[in-house]
């Protein structure tokens, strides 16, 4: 007897024999979806500050429950919600495709594929856990132009066509290990004006587009158009509109080679919505959707592949002070203080580097800490501006130096037990979060702003 303790009703077929065969028997048997939904959490309808408040309050600091204190998360679908219809109000003509990378998050993909988005996955499990959800795989664009053959295989097996290609080499592993796929040639674009360059790592100059598409001809593979990626965290909107220019010209080679494209890719790169100044998503939709249109006509298919744009702003991060150090001084140097730029204490709290703020290293973010519960009182959103504030440094749990948040914060006086909270933790956070010295990523409760988004679950 194998209790697999899972109910009855997830299987059409309980398994109860031999055990080498129950993990087949398990893989094909078990309606994914059903499996899910039984472990679906709670999504609440509480404003974030509610919910912030609501688990601060279970806490009890007597207690010897590490679990109660460990930093969390509070997502508002409603904001990924709130962009999506944003997105369909600006660039109605572009298809978003989400960059599930950037947070894949299993409720963020349930309500995106509810939503209809398409999705750009990188990986056979990142394919996976798409199909798992039911989403059909003509909603798959597998946008990694230097693919592992197996991945390809996997890629063929289970009817994903669309994926990208930078290279002779990928076209030839194609043919042999996906003869039909739609292919789309992912072009070099100027990711200057980006804070992760992704030009390094692919993209096919456009003098080698010739070869290629002359290579993809011979072997008789079926390219269908163009990608590009201006890079992630582009600063400048006018990078999409040069971008689209440039696809333009691709698209005109390739009937030198017989080919007839009806497919652009206009990749990721969008600002989150807590982007206000600068490089706006209004800005980027104007130039970019203008841009298409006067370039491409209605025949031809537009997707894009947004990742940050949908969760940046949709995560806040609550992690408690752990420990501090007061940075001792000599006399003379606390005689100066005035003009003394040193921090005066250091902050451990209990999420870090190597977990949530693994974005400051990989993704260029900075993460300012504010004050969350000091002495007992709840200061969400309400800056203490009557207490003094002193120059801190903030750090994560673990034992590498590498591990700060925040060199130089101004803070008022928080003790150990007092909480911080990040804003815009969406994005490149929990995604890359490790487990490193033995702490555990941060757990993530869930709410909605937006009462619409219940009826997507
Ligand atoms: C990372 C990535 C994206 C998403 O980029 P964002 O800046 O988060 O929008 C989209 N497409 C590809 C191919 C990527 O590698």
Not at 98 to 104: D, L
Not at 159 to 169: G, K, L, P, S
Not at 175 to 202: E, M, Y
Not at 268 to 275: E, K, R, T
Request: glycine share 6%; net charge negative.
């Amino acid at each position: 007897m194998i209790d697999i303790s899972l109910q009855q009703d997830q299987f059409e077929v309980v398994p109860t024999l031999v055990q080498p065969t129950l993990v087949e028997v398990l893989k094909s048997r078990v309606k994914a979806d059903l499996a899910r939904e039984a472990q679906l959490p709670l999504i609440h309808t509480l404003p974030i500050e509610h919910m912030l408040q609501a688990h601060l309050d279970t806490l009890d600091p007597e207690s010897e429950d590490a679990e109660a204190e460990n930093a969390f998360y509070v997502a508002d679908l409603g904001e990924v919600y709130r962009q999506h219809l944003r997105w369909k109000a600006l660039l109605p003509r572009i298809e978003p495709f989400f960059a599930m990378k950037c947070n894949p998050d299993p409720m963020v993909m349930r309500l995106l594929a509810s939503l209809g988005t398409g999705f750009d996955c990188a990986s056979k499990n990142e394919i996976l856990s798409v199909l798992e959800m039911g989403v059909d795989p003509s909603r798959i664009i597998y946008a990694n132009p230097c693919k592992q053959n197996s991945f390809v295989k996997y890629a063929y097996n289970n009817n994903v066509r669309m994926m990208t290609f930078d290279n002779a080499e990928e076209l030839h592993k194609i043919k042999r290990f996906h003869p039909n796929a739609q292919l789309v040639l992912r072009i070099l674009t100027d990711d200057s004006k980006s804070l992760c360059k992704l030009g390094l790592k692919f993209g096919a100059p456009l003098n080698t587009t010739g070869f290629l598409l002359a290579t993809a001809q011979e072997l008789g593979l079926d390219v269908i158009g163009v990608s590009f990626h201006v890079g992630s965290g582009c600063f400048d909107a006018n990078a999409f509109g040069e971008a689209v220019i440039r696809a333009r010209r691709v698209f005109d080679q390739a009937k030198d080679y017989g080919f007839d494209f009806k497919f652009l890719d206009v990749g990721g790169g969008f600002p989150s919505a807590h982007v206000t100044e600068g490089i706006t998503f209004e800005k980027v939709a104007a130039i970019l959707g203008s841009t298409v249109d006067a370039l491409f006509g209605p025949e031809v298919r537009v997707i894009a592949e947004p990742g940050r744009y949908y969760v940046g702003s949709a995560f806040t991060l609550a992690t408690q002070v752990i420990a501090r150090r007061t940075i001792s001084r000599d006399p003379a140097e606390l005689m100066s203080m005035e003009q003394n730029e040193n921090p005066t204490h250091m902050y451990y709290i209990n999420d870090g580097m190597y977990g949530s703020f693994n974005c400051i290293m990989f993704d260029h973010q900075i993460c300012e800490p504010k004050v969350l519960l000091k002495d007992g009182g709840f200061t969400y959103q309400q800056p203490l501006i009557s207490e003094p504030h002193g120059l801190a440094s903030v750090w994560g749990p673990t034992c590498d130096s590498i591990d700060c948040i925040s060199s130089k914060a101004r803070l008022p006086l928080m003790e150990t037990g007092d909480w911080f909270y990040f804003e815009n933790m969406g994005a490149y956070t929990i995604t890359a979060a490790s487990q490193f010295n033995g702490f555990r990523k941060s757990e993530i409760l869930y709410t909605t702003t937006e009462q619409n988004v219940s009826l997507h679950f």
